[in-house]
């Protein structure tokens, strides 16, 4: 358990660093960012596998790239279901949302090689 809100709280420190490397990201507290981390956590386990299955052909065709989009999709989401994560007008910030969402997949993963628990 502790190490689960751990994870939750460097995830939200996490958002609040991409909203600090984005201008049009913007996140207006620490603990918006930790309900923003819980959330997209709660959207990554439950829409992603359905998104990922519906696109599994352009996925395909576009030899993994789409799952850019998808990232940006489920991160556009979060920021709609959470008053004050907004990520500027769509779909102008498009590029920024896909970027923003890479750099959070990444941080999150550095976060879960950090945290990993080792096997004996």
Do not use: C, H
């Amino acid at each position: 358990m502790l190490r689960w809100l751990i994870r939750l709280g460097l995830n939200g420190a996490a958002l609040l660093v991409i909203s600090y490397w984005f201008d049009s990201i913007q996140v207006a507290s620490y603990s918006t960012a930790i309900v923003a981390a819980l959330i997209l956590g709660l959207v990554n386990t439950l829409v992603r596998p359905i998104l990922l299955f519906l696109t599994m052909p352009l996925r395909f065709l576009t030899i993994g790239t789409f799952w850019f989009v998808i990232n940006a999709i489920t991160f556009a989401l979060t920021a709609a279901l959470i008053d004050g994560f907004e990520i500027g007008p769509w779909p102008d910030s498009i590029w920024t949302t896909i970027l923003a969402a890479a750099a959070m997949s990444f941080l999150g993963w550095l976060i879960d090689i950090v945290l990993r628990k080792e096997k004996k």
